[in-house]
DNA sequence: TAAGGTTACGGCGATCGTAACGATC
DNA sequence: GATCGTTACGATCGCCGTAACCTTA
């Protein structure tokens, strides 16, 4: 058994158990990599992965149990080196920010910019999916850490910190009938609404908010992005729904935005990373950067 | 970084950082090491261990952080070793079993038993020890379980089974004054007494019962085994205070034995083995049979 | 016949062993 | 001088690459 063995595992398991493609990501020739393969299940003794004829197509249920502590020796294997380059030079590196587009930006900018400040040695790479895309970004170590307010508490692997707190907003054009008079979730359900696809920024917040009403939401869009729902808000298609924070006075002084929390309970951005995974120091002071800037939000 | 340098760091750890016994453990020449090592702290870019002049005398701040990692790596790699031999047949194997002498000799027999009935592929291996060796032998994988009632439930990396609960008896001969009327600490204290040394078998709990009074055992002989104290109490040298399941009715007639239940809180003796540690089938097994003959003991 | 996998074989390089040397007690 | 570690060098064995072959959609 070898480290090569065991890396070659996870890249089969990130590229559908085809050896051809694994070879190719391992920079060796496919020959190389079934004669590892079948080396390493000669010396358990018994196959890993289900066959049909020479093709591999899936794991054996051997397999499925050894890729649990194969996990764990790739993930302690990055940790080790994680930590020696942090222990060296721990103002240099790389740091992944995997996120949805709402946090990239209007929560993130701040945090991002006094953390550059501080470490201008840190080359940054942000990376905007959905929420589920992020979790798996993080599993395949694609991202260091995630900003975002869906999911990430589901899982079991990874560490959860809650970060700030925020509220929905309706946000129209100025004279829109909704600019005055109170909102009630009545009011809402009479206006086509533009808001964010399930599973993103709270929107399984406004689901609660109506779900043990009669009345339904008319959601005529959803996007992923605060800011496609904004331009189809100003071409007068409806009433956007978006993250409170999401509404920027100085850019948006054609839009009106009205606060929603007496209707749509409040929703949590998080922080998450994989458990069991160092971080280097710099991006646990990023991390600490983003809670002081999320503190700031909830005081205002 | 391969596995044979995860393996190095491992048995240097276990051999108070000495190169030329790592070497010999690992069966390669002592120069072989000595250039592995180099080439991994080289890789990492930092050394993991102290020296004085060429000698290795300790672990680096980085090193120690990095042993960590390494422990995981090799319980991992170990696990997957044990994982496939299950899978391929779960009716062979050996078992390492950690205890102490009066669990091996009135605890374990009727289980052991049992189980060898059901398992008579397994080899068994069984060690006695101080609970402080038997913690030390789990971590350093010369034992897979260990059963005791010490110490074990004060270490973070073991899974701890509470197994059956038990009560202090005295021993003395027959005809001794003890063998009759009521027990009292002042009673128990006016006899030299025999019993565990500290550290062993519910040793603890006797000094909790005298913790809040002004009287103290006249302790005259402190053993580690059982049988060592019955010896003594037979040539009447004093009262024994064994476990209450190591007075054997048919063996020790010469012997009679006080409960002292009322006197000495009781004590839990417990299963534990490391976190993280795949058990093979048969060891979860034998766990059961641990407990039933516990619940039996605990009923009668 | 294209795509995926296996088998055979030759070449290269990593790692080992031998051996001589250096340091420290 | 005994113990412990390093360095140099030759030998070996493991692993890769090339290439031909097998199998299935």
């Known amino acids: 058994m070898n480290l090569s063995q065991i890396e070659l595992l996870r890249v089969l398991q990130e590229n559908d158990f085809n050896l051809s493609r694994a ?5 060796i020739v496919q020959s190389a990599v079934s004669r590892q393969l079948q080396l390493f299940e000669e010396e358990l003794g018994s196959p890993l992965y289900e066959r049909q004829g020479k093709k591999l197509i899936g794991l054996t249920s051997l397999g499925r149990r050894i890729m649990e502590e194969v996990a764990t020796i790739n993930m302690a294997k990055k940790n080790i080196q994680t930590i020696a380059a ?32 501080k470490y201008p040695g840190v080359r940054i790479y942000m990376v905007e999916a959905s ?31 809650p970060c700030y707190e925020w509220h929905h907003a309706a946000v129209a054009p100025k004279n829109h009938p909704l600019s005055e008079g109170e909102i009630s979730l009545e009011r809402l359900a009479s206006f086509p609404i533009l808001t964010y696809s399930f599973g993103f920024t709270g929107r399984s917040n406004i689901e609660t908010a109506f779900k043990n009403t009669d009345m339904a939401l008319d959601i005529i869009l959803a996007a ?15 009433v956007g729904i978006i993250a409170g924070m999401a509404y920027d006075p100085a850019m948006d002084q054609d839009l009106v935005a009205r606060d929603l929390s007496h209707l749509i309970p409040s929703s949590r951005t998080k922080i998450a990373y994989l458990k069991n995974n160092y971080l280097p120091l710099y991006t646990q002071h990023f991390i600490e950067e983003l809670l002081v800037a999320a503190k700031e939000l909830n005081l205002q």
Chains 1, 2 share one sequence.
Do not use: W
């Open 23 to 27: 070879a190719e990501k391992m920079h």
């Open 224 to 238: 992923a992005d605060t800011d496609v729902i904004k331009t189809y808000v100003r071409l007068g298609m409806g």
């Open 131 to 161: 929420p589920e895309q992020l979790i798996n970004k993080l599993h395949t170590h694609k991202a260091d850490i995630a900003v975002c307010t869906e999911k990430v508490g589901e899982d079991n692997d990874l560490v959860v910190k």
């Open 86 to 117: 942090d222990y060296i030079d721990s103002s240099q590196g790389v740091l992944h920010i995997a996120t949805t587009h709402t946090q990239a930006k209007y929560f993130l900018p701040k945090p991002i910019l006094r953390f550059r400040e």
